[in-house]
């Protein structure tokens, strides 16, 4: 049996839905990983930043896109140990094209030789930009295999497709 993690980033709150600003108590990558484990099962971690980010959209983006620029490593509040898992099923949303600094800091921080890593992204339409390849950069030794995108506001009805492809990374 293969030892499955499922990592996620996500900020809940106010976020772009199919061309207007709404409020989300709860982010659409963290439904989609809530999705995920009801599909496979494992250990569920998010990922969460020390210093929250602004509560507007826009001015998200504005820091978002600053830390893009300077490759910055915003602080996490916590770094979970993933070195007894096979299969890493990461998370995150599209933010400028590839996954947000905080999904590097955890990279980071991690040996993650001789695991799969799984990627799965929610976004507006750029579906998994450069991540894949990004990741494939700060994974050393892994295999990261082909990754899972979602339409954000598109989450609800995703369980099946998303269910099949964690499957399928499984097989
Ligand atoms: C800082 C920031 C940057 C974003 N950049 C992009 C982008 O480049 N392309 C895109 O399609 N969506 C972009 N989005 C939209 C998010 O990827 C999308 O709403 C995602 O589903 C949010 O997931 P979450 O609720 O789990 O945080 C951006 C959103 C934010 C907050």
Redesign the pocket.
């Known amino acids: 049996m293969e030892k499955i993690a499922i990592v996620y980033y996500?900020?809940?709150g106010q976020?772009?839905v199919a061309g207007s600003i709404e409020e989300?108590p709860v982010?659409?990558?963290?439904r989609l990983a809530r999705m995920l484990r009801n599909a496979v099962g494992g250990d569920l971690f998010e990922i969460e930043t020390v210093s929250p980010y602004p509560a507007d959209?826009t001015e998200?983006?504005e820091v978002?896109k600053a830390e893009k620029r300077s490759h910055a490593r915003p602080a996490l509040k916590a770094v979970p140990d993933l070195s007894a898992y096979d299969v890493v099923f990461l998370g995150y949303?599209?933010?400028?094209?590839t996954c947000p600094m905080a999904v590097f800091t955890l990279l980071d921080a991690q040996d993650l030789a001789g695991k799969t890593i799984a990627p799965f992204c929610?976004?507006?339409?750029?579906g998994l930009g450069s991540s894949e390849r990004d990741l494939k950069r700060a994974c050393k030794g892994a295999t990261v295999v082909p990754g899972l995108a979602v339409i954000?506001h598109e989450v609800q009805g995703a369980e099946d497709a998303a269910a099949r492809w964690a499957r399928s990374v499984l097989d």
């Open positions: 996500s900020r809940r976020n772009y989300l982010g659409n990558t963290e959209y998200t983006t978002a949303p599209n933010w400028w094209g929610t976004s507006e339409g750029s954000g």
